[in-house]
C-alpha cells in the first residue's frame, strides 16, 4: 500500500507540472505551426542569422532558442525539430544548441527567483545570455577544428517533427509528444524522489560541496548552489533567498551563488531531456559544469574587486530592507 500510496503522489504532482506545461507548450506549437503555415518563419529566421552564425547554428534555430529564454526549456524542446529537421542537423549542432539552450532559458521566471534573494535580475540575466553565447561558440570552433561528433544526429527522442501531412499529421505528431512528455517527467519525478529517500542525493550534494569552492563560493552557501545544481534554480534559489532575509550569508557570496546557478542547474533533468533529443552528455553535463566553475570564478574575482557603493548599486539589491519598506509604507497608508 505505501508504494501505490507514493506513485499515486507522484503521479499528482506530476500532472500539477504537467498541465502547467501544457498550457505553455500548445499555444507555441501551434502558433510555430501557424507561422510556418503562412510562410512568417521565413522571415523571422534571419533576424536571428547573425547570432545563430556566431555558433554554427540554422537561423531557424533562433526561434526555438528565443521561445526557451522567455517561457522554459520545455517551450523550446517541441518545436526544434519542426524548425529544422532532424536529417539536417549533426549531433555536434544539437550538442551546441543545447548548451546554450541549457545555460539560457526560461528567464523571466528563473532571474525573478534569484532577484529575490538580492541579485541585480538585469545584471544576472546578461551574464547567463552571454556566458550561454560564450560557451556555445567555444564549443561550435572546437567541433569544427577537430571534426568531433560531425556525424548525423540520430535522437533517442523525436518530440515533434516537421510535419508533411498537415494539420491532421501535426495534431498526430502533438498527441504523441505530450503522452512521451508525461512520461518522461513521471519517471524523473519518481527517480528523483527514490533519489532522496535512499540518501543518494544527499550524497552527491556532499561529494560536489568541495568542487563547488574552486568557483569561489564559501561554505555558507555550497550546500545551496549544490541543490541547485541538482534540482534547479526553484529549490537552491528558495533557501538563499530565504538566508538572504536572515542577513546570515554575505551578499557578495549570494550573488556569486547565484550566477553559478544560472550557468549550471537541475542538471539531471534537463540534461536527460536534451540528451535524448541526441545531444553529447560531455558537452551538455561535464563541459557545461566545468565552464560554470571557471565563469563563476571570474564573476566571483570581479565582484571582490567591486567597491560596496558599486556592488550594491549594479549588482545587488537588498530584497529584505525593500520589503520592509514596502511594510511601513503600506501601514502608514492604512494609518491615514
Known amino acids: 500500500m505505501k508504494l501505490v500510496r507514493f506513485l499515486a503522489r507522484q503521479t499528482r504532482e506530476t500532472l500539477e507540472i504537467y498541465w502547467l506545461l501544457v498550457r505553455?507548450?500548445?499555444?507555441?506549437?501551434?502558433a510555430t505551426e501557424l507561422l510556418k503555415e503562412l510562410g512568417a518563419l521565413d522571415f523571422i529566421s534571419p533576424t536571428f542569422g547573425p547570432v545563430m552564425a556566431l555558433i554554427g547554428l540554422p537561423p531557424e534555430l533562433g526561434l526555438a532558442w528565443l521561445t526557451g529564454l522567455l517561457v522554459g526549456l520545455w517551450g523550446a524542446v517541441p518545436i526544434v525539430f519542426t524548425l529544422v529537421p532532424v536529417e539536417q542537423l549533426s549531433t555536434a549542432d544539437m550538442t551546441v544548441f543545447s548548451a546554450l539552450l541549457l545555460i539560457a532559458h526560461g528567464l523571466p521566471v528563473e532571474q525573478r527567483i534569484i532577484a529575490q534573494a538580492g541579485p541585480s535580475f538585469l545584471l544576472t540575466?546578461?551574464?547567463r545570455l552571454g556566458g550561454g553565447l560564450l560557451y556555445a561558440f567555444m564549443l561550435h570552433h572546437l567541433f569544427a577544428a577537430t571534426g568531433w561528433l560531425s556525424q548525423p544526429l540520430a535522437p533517442a527522442w523525436v518530440p515533434?517533427?516537421?510535419?508533411?501531412?498537415?494539420?491532421?499529421?501535426m495534431f498526430g505528431s502533438l498527441a504523441e509528444t505530450l503522452i512521451s512528455m508525461f512520461a518522461i517527467l513521471w519517471a524523473l519525478s519518481v527517480g528523483l524522489e527514490l533519489s532522496k529517500r535512499l540518501g543518494v542525493l544527499d550524497r552527491l550534494i556532499a561529494m560536489i560541496r568541495p568542487v563547488l569552492r574552486l568557483s569561489g563560493m564559501s561554505r555558507d552557501v555550497g550546500p545551496f548552489a549544490a541543490i541547485g545544481l541538482?534540482?534547479?534554480i526553484s529549490y537552491g534559489g528558495a533557501l538563499l533567498i530565504r538566508?538572504?532575509?536572515?542577513?546570515?550569508?554575505?551578499?557578495?557570496q549570494i550573488f556569486v551563488?547565484?550566477?553559478?546557478?544560472?550557468f549550471a542547474h537541475s542538471i539531471i533533468e534537463d540534461t536527460l531531456v536534451v540528451v535524448a533529443l541526441g545531444a553529447d552528455i560531455w558537452g551538455v553535463l561535464v563541459g557545461r559544469v566545468a565552464v560554470a566553475i571557471a565563469f563563476t570564478a571570474v564573476v566571483a574575482f570581479c565582484v571582490r574587486a567591486l567597491s560596496?557603493?558599486?556592488?550594491r548599486k549594479w549588482a545587488f539589491r537588498d530584497e529584505r530592507k525593500r520589503n520592509r519598506r514596502g511594510w511601513r509604507f503600506w501601514r502608514r497608508k492604512r494609518v491615514a
Open 243 to 252: 538566508e538572504a532575509r536572515s542577513d546570515v550569508v554575505e551578499p557578495r
Open 24 to 30: 505553455i507548450m500548445v499555444p507555441v506549437i501551434l
Open 308 to 311: 560596496e557603493e558599486s556592488f
Open 125 to 127: 540575466s546578461l551574464l
Open 257 to 262: 551563488a547565484c550566477v553559478f546557478m544560472g
Open 160 to 169: 515533434m517533427e516537421d510535419a508533411t501531412g498537415g494539420w491532421v499529421s
Open 230 to 232: 541538482l534540482l534547479g
